[in-house]
């Protein structure tokens, strides 16, 4: 028997409106009938298809005006408007019209609206908030050392501002004859025109047409769309384990939004010409969590640019031994074969942060996005859990704010003590997502908030929760940069919190963090949550080292040449160094922090560099670069070159931090000898990073990555699981295996 | 007719659970967020006062078709009174979209709303409360007044279009092979 195409039990069924007995008949039909099968798959498309778009319509909350009367029985005939109160003849008809005779009971008119703190917190904002829109810049009041603005803001400025929403890709001409990368910065990324990737990292943005540009120093915003254009056609619903009820359209946002910055890989450095490599340390992990929620909930491969090696190795803690002296963080090198190529050797720097026994009170304010955009399962009511686990860890000793941000802003919890759980969680149970977003307003509501209840050595936080979109509105990203810059300098530190799928704006978001003295992580589920606040939440609150940057010398007489892997967007010039007022990363309380070269030894095939040119009034580097070549004459050279007590030496490793409140640094050398070890030799945690530095490499479709595969990393994850107590690394072999098969797809 | 009130915490739960839901709702009626917020404060007010256990197994369906009556009330009323197209637009409230949201909800009638904004009122009404709210055949057929097969039916139609729409567009994946991007 055909299944009709026109039998209501077709969408019945898919919408599970049939009871056993009919599902069980029409199943039966349908396993006899292909055709209709056929059919029915597309009808599930186009249900799906509803069910995920739909609810993406904003849904309004009432004013807290109106939930107030409800909830004290009164009507409160509502405001007409948070800024303006002149009463227009035709609203009066309305609001009767609308509420009936009830506000007639209520009095003629009702204009004496009781306005409860948050309410008058509101309209003070938005009226600044106009102000603002006027004078195009957010002010900081009352906050010193408001350092003149530098030329680059009065560019960076308009641009930004209109095309935020899109992309930010931003690159400059290439300038001819540049033979390698200069260090690309993210930091400066404000001021676009710095930003100059060599001119071989351009080749892959095709999107570039090649003479649209004149003016070789103007930079060009391109929007990555790898767009599904208007069809949103979405993958099976699928269940986004910790948001069941909700987890229905929590599969299948568009992708087109998201955009990252591009990563150009670093490439192998000839040692005798740079002999200095120059970073700053990131703890940020988002990237890996990107990478997860891509590959497990979305079904497919990452952007190259969303993959972070270094986040991704970050994501995990090593069992590095904790400090013992003055220094806060252990200093842990070792080094062994590098697995995707076994002629070099790989050598690892691990930091650890030392534990403190008691964590500082805290004053923390929430910055939370309820912007129509949050209103998904896997964003606001995300967001909301995951605030909660961080709530369940303070005490009466730390204080907590909630401001939140949409088309107004306000605070809906002034400063609470920590021990106030029940206000603490009702706040948040009230937030709904509604209205578009307008960050400028909210964060400065935010840092002022979090000022006035300054705690004296102790942790003083605005947390920022958003899905990226971060529309500054009123001001320009380099007003906000430099915002959050001036608040850092008074011990206001930022972490930033992404969650959901479109939109997100990671590189925003991540320079954000990066200048806030703070952290970047992004929350797909509500297990990283817990990661970050409740088993990491030291390291998430608490700093220990500021301004942390470590520059390696490599030494000519046993290296040829070397890779930094990851780290691209945290290059520092050498003279960074020793500048102490170059900023760069934090680590925290208990915060591991992981940096991997590829090294090059003497003696073996060098790797395939961009030939420069030997100099011609120089003659130290061209001498040098034939050491790597011959055997003969290089001995004597390389003694001219480097002491003997130290030729033995592989590299130094040199680093520089600040304590928290200080600002000079200190600086700490360690040197490391080569032991000669295999791959087999290597430590666990050795093995384990560089398993997934080599999932990053396979990822991003690194020329670097050699013979390796998913399988051998497989491989070499497995052997280097280890304890693994909260099973972290046994999800990353789960990654592996997804990443393999969509891969052979 | 007035009962005892009921519990805060009741009444509090079910609007942090459908305040948004129902203005949202409201709004298709009212076409106006203010109207819809004050139709549905109306609704709650209303609930403040019902007999609990004569709502609290089908709360949903209870909300949404008292919500709708009202809505229905004050657009008869409305209609006496015809505001203008420039009155109503100044009746919107300060959280109205930037630029940005504007955008946003562009994208969105490009997919799908275009599709649903063709749709007979009878099956746009069923389509919304099923993929929008979330509501069952039985609820939607209480809060409309029609038949539950009826409700089965308009939205088979529906989704038939919508299947029709993609197919046409070639927006449809094959049973076997996944479109796959990138």
Partial sequence: MKTNHDDPRLTAYLLGELDADERAELEAELAKDPEARQYLDELRQATELLATELPKEEAPPLLPSQRESILTGRLTPYRRNRVLTILVPALAASVVLAVGLIVLLDGERGRQITMDPAVREDTEISKQESANAEGGKIEISDFRDNSAAPAEEAVGGRQAEAKELRADKRMSEPQPAVAEPPPVVTRRMTAPQEAKPAADSIAPMTAMAPDEESAPQRSREIAITSSTGGQVLVTPAQKAEEMPAESFRAASEEWNRESYQQIVENSFKQVTEHPLSTFSIDVDTASYAIVRRTLMQQHRLPPADAVRIEEMINYFTYDYPRPTGDVPFSVNLEVAQAPWAMQNRLVRIGLQGKVLEERPDSNLVFLLDVSGSMGSANKLPLLKESLKLLVGQLTHRDRVAIVVYAGASGLVLPSTPGSDINAIVEALNRLNAGGSTNGGAGIQLAYRTAKEHFIEGGVNRVILATDGDFNVGVTNRGDLVRMVEEFAKGRIFLTVLGFGMSNLNDQTLEQLADKGNGNYGYIDTLAEARKMMVEQIGGTLVTIAKDVKIQVEFNPAQVQAYRLIGYENRLLAKEEFNDDTKDAGEIGAGHSVTALYEVVPMGVEAPRIAEVDDLRYQKAAGAATALADTDGAPADAVEEIVPTEVRHELLNVKLRYKEPEGTTSTKVEFPLIDSERSYSEASADFKFAASVATFGMLLRDSPQAGTASFDLVLELAQESVGDDPHGYRREFLDLVRQARALRQR | ?182
Avoid at chain 2, 120 to 146: A, M, V
């Fill in chain 2, 1 to 182: 007719m007035e009962t005892a009130p009921n519990s805060t915490e009741w009444v509090r739960g079910a609007m942090d659970r459908y305040e948004g839901k129902l203005v949202r709702y409201a709004m298709r009626f009212t076409r106006n967020l203010e109207a819809a917020r004050d139709v549905v404060q109306d609704t709650f007010l209303r609930l403040c006062r019902a007999e609990r256990h004569k709502v609290d197994d089908h709360l949903a369906a209870w909300l949404y078709t008292v919500c709708r009556n009202r809505c229905l009330e004050v657009h008869r009323k409305d209609k006496r009174l015809q505001l203008t197209e420039d009155e109503i637009l100044h009746q919107h409230p300060t959280n109205e979209p930037t630029p940005g949201a504007v955008l946003e909800r562009e994208e969105l009638t490009g997919a799908v709303w275009g599709f649903v904004g063709d749709l007979p009122d009878n099956q746009r009404e069923c389509i919304r409360l099923k993929f929008q709210d979330g509501l069952s055949y039985k609820e939607i057929s209480q809060i409309t007044g029609l038949s539950v097969g009826n409700v089965g039916y308009l939205l088979h139609v529906a989704v038939q279009k919508l299947r029709d729409e993609l197919k046409a567009e070639g927006g449809m994946k094959t049973l076997t092979g996944a479109k796959h991007e990138d």
